[in-house]
């Protein structure tokens, strides 16, 4: 059905039939939108032909199409057929006139754009139907304003709006409005129209440079006057005003080395505000002559076909008015540097003032403004600044390690002058490290000991740290290794004996200051060192009556008093002591050497020496004693700790005490018992080889082997080839000549 049809009305628009027609009376009827359903009663059939009616037009923007249902019944309403779909479709009208999707399109392009730069996109819509020939639309510019040259063209098919003139001068022309159209049909003459507007402003770019107003100027000032505005430069600029490319930046080109002048620009009126920042000298320079240049914020561009400009400049005269000051610092911000280690008193400097119209320092007091720094104090008279407190970082207003300090300057008239002076509070080494646990229990597993030494001085002083045990006696027996920069550990070199060990360590640090902390360790024959903690909370909680206290004095007085005594007896015995003949009959006196016996090769054998000079001098050490016997090849014969032997010197003595020095003079008693085990163990080692066999060479021991016996020296047993006389041992009593003349060679 055609969209708008004028009729007449009802119009048949299609017929529906049945093919049962021709065997049952056929009755037909239809439901669906236009019939039942809105908009009701657009469409209606004929019962009897199946005719379908139109009652009225249609809008196929608002109806496009119709899909009812068909109906075909005999009388007695039975449905030979099934229903049938029948679609009514409403052919389109070109009864719409295309629209613009707004009322006005605005763009912005920047002025000088070269032609074909994009400045925006129109953009129309029409109801018809789709893809036909009535919403195929065509655009075009119908006129300009203001109507000069055309500036712009709009593409037909697409709407875009693209420059055409290569001379956008905002300046000139700031916005273009575009009258445009728009028509269907393909744009042809006979299509439905539609006009809109555009406007296209045109932004500005800095293509104009600032110029002077005046190309010299001329003002004053008094002398030492701060932050007061002395003039006013204006510039000429046809940008647009407030934008980048219009909005003035000044500078001080010429004439201001000393940074005495600034100069700002005002942003309501654009104009460049001269002030005097640093006060003038009129003793130093009557007058002042600057050079001022001019720019935008933006960027020069150059216009197409123009030249490019100078920058613009103008010159100031500043005259310098005279008038009378007061001291002035020179410098007016001075920096003096304080140790922390500075004792209090010390000077750190001198800070003065000169009165500019003699040129030197005289009259002039010196203060320094209160509630400042209280830890310096200045000379009223000489301006010499010094401590007055010990300077600390870590205390105080003094950890920010400076203070700014405002002092004054009087002349004699009373004119006043200020300067500001910055102590600075360096760093020192004015602290040694200090190891702060000294206390420590080590078991018998010898575990290090973790030593770990504090600095309150900054790094640079500080770590890392050097430790050494000072004792060199304790520094035999103890080691330290080193963990870290701060931390080491302590531990004993070898066996060392239970108890409690005062050992002092000197710590460095990285300049070399040291110090010496006495580190206590009770190494205590446990497994935890809570158990050491334990017995000694046992030992310690112990106390003694009166009575017990009592007696141990009295006991200690006649143990004095004893010794006394013994001491006495034997000193009166030294003075008297010689070798008698009585003596050489019971003693075996020590000599030099022994007769040399035969000689022996054979390197199996192990030689024992027990000459004179060879006896070694005990000493004793409270838990360990020790008796050397050096031989005359170097080696030594040492006590084993622990092992179960004895010295000569701990059988003299019979047990532990302090460390004394034998005389080296023993009875024979003594010398016997020391003696006769270990000279057993040397013969049993002397009758045995390597594999366990006892040696051929070794003369078999008899009771008696008489006199005049080939046995000779014991050999294996001596290695000594120097024959001595020993004509003391016929003083001997009969049991010893057989081993005398064992001895002696024949």
């Not at 199409?65 to 309403?77: K, N, R, Y």
């Not at 460049?272 to 240049?293: S, T, W």
């Not at 870590?394 to 920010?400: A, Q, T, Y």
């Amino acid at each position: 059905m055609m969209e708008n049809s004028l009729g007449p009305f009802p119009l048949q628009i299609q017929q529906v039939q049945s093919d049962t027609a021709q065997n049952y009376t056929i009755y037909y009827s239809a439901s669906g939108p236009g019939i039942d359903q809105d908009p009701k009663g657009l469409f209606y059939i004929e019962r009897e032909t199946g005719n379908i009616f139109a009652t009225r037009a249609v809008d196929r923007e608002q109806y496009p199409s119709f899909q009812i249902i068909c109906f075909a019944s005999t009388p007695d309403g039975y449905s030979p057929e099934i229903p049938l779909v029948h679609t009514i479709r409403i052919e389109d009208d070109n009864d719409n006139a295309p629209y613009f999707t707004q009322d006005v399109f605005e763009f912005c392009v920047p002025e000088n754009s070269k032609p074909g730069v994009i400045v925006g996109t129109v953009t129309a819509e029409d109801r018809d139907e789709p893809s036909t020939l009535h919403t195929l639309l065509r655009y075009r510019i119908v006129s300009q304003n203001p109507p000069i040259i055309p500036a712009f063209s709009l593409h037909g098919e697409t709407g875009v709006i693209t420059v055409l003139s290569p001379q956008l001068d905002r300046e000139l022309v700031s916005t273009y409005t575009l009258f445009i159209e728009v028509r269907d049909m393909g744009g042809q003459p006979f299509g439905l129209c539609t006009t809109g507007t555009a406007v296209i402003k045109i932004e500005d770019t800095n293509d104009n440079a600032p110029t002077f107003k005046q190309i010299q100027y001329e003002t004053q000032v008094e002398e030492n006057r701060v932050n007061v505005e002395i003039l006013r430069v204006s510039v000429l600029d046809l940008d647009e005003l407030g934008a980048p490319g219009s909005t003035a930046v000044y500078e001080i080109i010429r004439g201001n080395d000393d940074r005495s002048f600034e100069i700002t620009t005002d942003r309501n009126t654009n104009e460049g505000i001269l002030c005097v920042v640093k006060g003038l000298d009129y003793e130093g320079a009557k007058q002042r002559i600057l050079v001022i240049a001019v720019n935008n914020e933006a960027p020069y561009m150059l216009a197409p076909h123009s030249q490019q400009v100078v920058q613009s400049t103008s010159t100031v005269v500043v005259n310098v008015l005279d008038v009378d000051e007061g001291p002035v610092f020179k410098p007016c911000f001075f920096r003096m540097d304080a140790s922390e280690c500075d004792e209090v008193g010390t000077s750190i400097g001198k800070y003065l003032a000169e009165d500019p119209e003699t040129g030197n320092s005289e009259g002039i007091c010196y203060k320094i403004a209160p509630g400042q720094c209280n830890w310096i104090n200045i000379d009223e008279k000489s301006g010499e600044v010094r401590t007055i407190k010990a300077l600390d970082r870590d205390l105080g207003e003094m950890k920010r390690g400076q203070c700014n300090i405002t002092v004054l300057a009087i002349d004699r008239n009373g004119k006043t002058g200020t300067g500001t002076l910055q102590v600075v509070i360096q760093p020192c080494n004015r602290n040694f490290p200090r190891i702060l646990k000294t206390d420590y229990i080590m078991c018998r597993d010898r575990k290090p000991i973790c030593l770990t030494a504090e600095d309150g001085d900054i790094a640079s002083y500080s770590m890392p740290f050097v430790y050494r045990v000072t004792d060199r006696n304790l520094a035999s027996s103890w080691k330290i290794t080193r963990h870290d920069e701060k931390s080491v550990y302590l531990s004993p070199r070898g066996d060392i004996p239970f108890g409690i060990y005062t050992i002092p360590v000197t710590v460095s640090d990285r300049s070399g200051k040291q110090g010496v902390t006495q580190i206590r360790v009770n190494y205590c024959n446990c497994v935890v060192p809570s158990e050491c903690e334990r017995m000694a909370f046992a030992s310690s909680s112990v106390t003694l009556g009166v009575w017990a206290i009592l007696a141990m004095i009295l006991g200690s007085l006649l143990l004095l008093l004893i010794l006394i005594t013994i001491c006495g007896c034997c000193g009166s015995g030294v003075m008297r002591r010689h070798v008698t003949d009585d003596c050489a009959n019971h003693n075996l006196i020590i000599s030099n050497t022994e007769a040399p016996g035969e000689e022996v090769m054979d390197h199996n054998i192990i030689p024992l020496q027990n000459t004179a000079d060879q006896v070694g001098c005990g000493i004793k050490t409270g838990d360990q004693q020790t008796f050397e016997m050096v031989k005359g090849r170097g080696h030594t014969l040492e006590s084993v700790r622990g092992g179960g032997h004895q010295t000569l010197g701990s059988v003299k003595e019979g047990g532990g005490g302090q460390p004394v020095m034998d005389t080296c003079r023993y009875s024979y008693s003594e010398w016997h018992n020391f003696t006769h085990p270990r000279l057993g163990e040397k013969v049993h080692l002397c009758r045995q080889d390597e594999e366990q066999k006892h040696s051929e060479d070794y003369p078999l021991t008899y009771n008696y082997e008489g006199k005049g016996s080939l046995a000779g020296s014991v050999g294996c047993c001596s290695d000594q080839h120097e024959e001595e006389a020993l004509d003391f041992l016929d003083q001997l009593e009969p049991k010893f000549r057989t081993l005398a003349e064992t001895c002696v060679k024949r």
